[in-house]
């Protein structure tokens, strides 16, 4: 069956900290991974990865997709209170394109 | 940018009752999911629809589910006969998957259902 798995499952840091939320996945016919953030409803994108070890990067936030070891990392540098919030990744599948979810992290940020 | 739109934003019922959930997916998308979370759990895959059919289900999907695409336009959810489990929020989300295409996946804004 396919999965993904989030770590960890919360995380509370100060201002200013680094932070890398681990993304690992059992996805069958693997097409690409996505990382979403949800603060209060919708998920909103972040990033997609295709290919091993080409690091996208968004301001403060950087993400690398390990294709081999089958994980993907979601940094963020210099937290702020507004980077609180739940961090989801998905696996998409050829063929049915279906984006599988892990369970999230959930990121707060303290001032 | 293109949003997915969804309506209504909330939906109370009771149990036993018929809901429909109603999204507008992109306009040029060819993929449309219907996804729901359960308050403090992750987003749970319901359905993909593609070329006017369903193309995956997941368990959850039984037959008191049923997905719709009326028109050109309107892509629908709709649940026989709600279950107190049945409440959770409810996106409907599309994406232009294809071959050489952006993967990327828009979410609506979600119908939170509260089935009484």
């Known amino acids: 069956e396919d999965k993904v798995v989030q770590s960890p499952l919360s995380l509370v840091v100060h201002e200013g900290d680094t932070v890398t939320l681990n993304c690992s996945y059992e996805v069958t016919n693997f097409r690409s991974l996505l990382w979403y953030k949800q603060e209060k409803k919708a998920p909103t994108f972040l990033f997609m990865l295709t290919s091993s070890g080409i690091e996208k990067k968004s301001g403060r936030l950087s993400s690398i997709l390990d294709k081999k070891e089958l994980f993907s990392i979601l940094n963020i540098t210099a937290t702020q209170t507004g980077d609180s919030a739940i961090y989801l990744c998905a696996g998409l599948t050829s063929g049915t394109y279906k984006y599988i979810f892990g369970t999230g992290t959930r990121l707060k940020v303290l001032a | 940018e293109p949003e997915v739109t969804q309506t209504p934003s909330h939906q109370v019922t009771q149990m036993g009752q018929e809901v429909i959930l109603r999204c507008v997916p992109i306009s040029n998308h060819l993929y449309f999911y219907w996804y729901r979370q359960i308050l403090g759990q992750k987003v749970e895959f319901l359905v993909s629809?593609?070329?006017?059919?369903?193309?995956?289900k997941s368990e959850i999907f039984d037959d008191q589910f049923s997905v719709e695409r009326p028109d050109g336009s309107n892509f629908t959810l709709k649940i026989r006969s709600t279950k107190l489990e049945d409440s959770a929020m409810y996106f409907c989300?599309?994406?232009?998957?294809?071959?050489?295409?952006?993967?990327?996946?828009?979410f609506g804004s979600g119908t939170q259902l509260s089935v009484l």
């Open positions: 989300a599309s994406s232009d998957s294809g071959f050489g295409s952006n993967e990327k996946l828009f």
């Open positions: 629809f593609y070329n006017n059919e369903i193309s995956e």
